[in-house]
Antibody, heavy 121, light 107 residues
Framework: EVQLVESGGGLVKPGESLRLSCAAS????????MNWVRQAPGKGLEWVSS????????YYADSVKGRFTISRDNAKNSLSLQMNSLRAEDTAVYYC??????????????WGQGTLVTVSS | DIQMTQSPSSLSASVGDRVTITCRAS??????LNWYQQKPGKAPKLLIY???SLQSGVPSRFSGSGSGTDFTLTISSLQPEDFATYYC?????????FGQGAKVEIK
């Protein structure tokens, strides 16, 4: 059974840092592109970042570029998101999501349960 | 970046109704369009990928159509468990942008 379990969320002050983790199991983690998607309270989904299977390609949303860093450890089946210089607008539930493909068409087929990050003084 | 616009943003419907939600891309995205369902406090769930392919385990009352810039999600006969928010997402190019969501509420 595919499982994605996020951890590391919490309450931090503006300007502080936080590191999120996503533990993957039930599939060959090293062969999948992985993503972070967030959802501010009462708002819609916002894609944050993605990393290909071997970390060759990494993408960020403009809203987090230069502040967030995505990484993965294929030996530990783990995905991470290092978040620096946090702002109030980064307050959200953060989901990790697996990216699957049908031919060349990508979609997010499995999602974790999410971890809440609150940035407030 | 490719912008995704859904309409309506919310709708009220009754059990048994046929419901249609549309999604428009700011440029052609071929069939690189996915649909997700999200219930309060839960993670999104994939319903449709590649514009019209039903994800395994998803009831056949859900269907998707369209290509290029205009897409549709249809629920043929709304069930109580279908009251939720629905999001489209393009996977044509990064960033993998989502629509703003369409909330389906009980009439």
């Amino acid at each position: 059974e595919v499982q994605l379990v996020e951890s590391g969320g919490g309450l931090v002050k503006p300007g502080e840092s936080l590191r999120l983790s996503c533990a993957a199991s039930g599939f060959t983690f090293s062969t999948y592109t992985m993503n972070w998607v967030r959802q501010a309270p009462g708002k819609g989904l916002e894609w944050v970042s993605s990393i290909t299977s071997s970390s060759s390609y990494i993408y960020y949303a403009d809203s987090v570029k230069g502040r967030f860093t995505i990484s993965r450890d294929n030996a530990k089946n783990s995905l991470s998101l290092q978040m620096n210089s946090l702002r109030a607008e980064d307050t959200a539930v953060y989901y990790c999501a697996r990216e699957a493909y049908s031919s060349s068409l990508a979609y997010f087929d499995y999602w974790g349960q999410g971890t809440l990050v609150t940035v407030s003084s | 970046d490719i912008q995704m616009t859904q309409s309506p943003s919310s709708l009220s419907a009754s059990v048994g109704d046929r419901v249609t939600i549309t999604c428009r891309a700011s440029q052609s995205i071929s069939s690189y369009l996915n649909w997700y369902q999200q219930k309060p406090g839960k993670a999104p769930k994939l319903l449709i990928y590649a514009a019209s392919s039903l994800q395994s385990g998803v009831p056949s009352r859900f269907s998707g159509s369209g290509s290029g810039t205009d897409f549709t999600l249809t629920i043929s006969s709304l069930q109580p468990e279908d009251f939720a928010t629905y999001y489209c997402q393009q996977s044509y190019s990064p960033p993998r942008t989502f629509g703003q969501g369409a909330k389906v509420e009980i009439k």
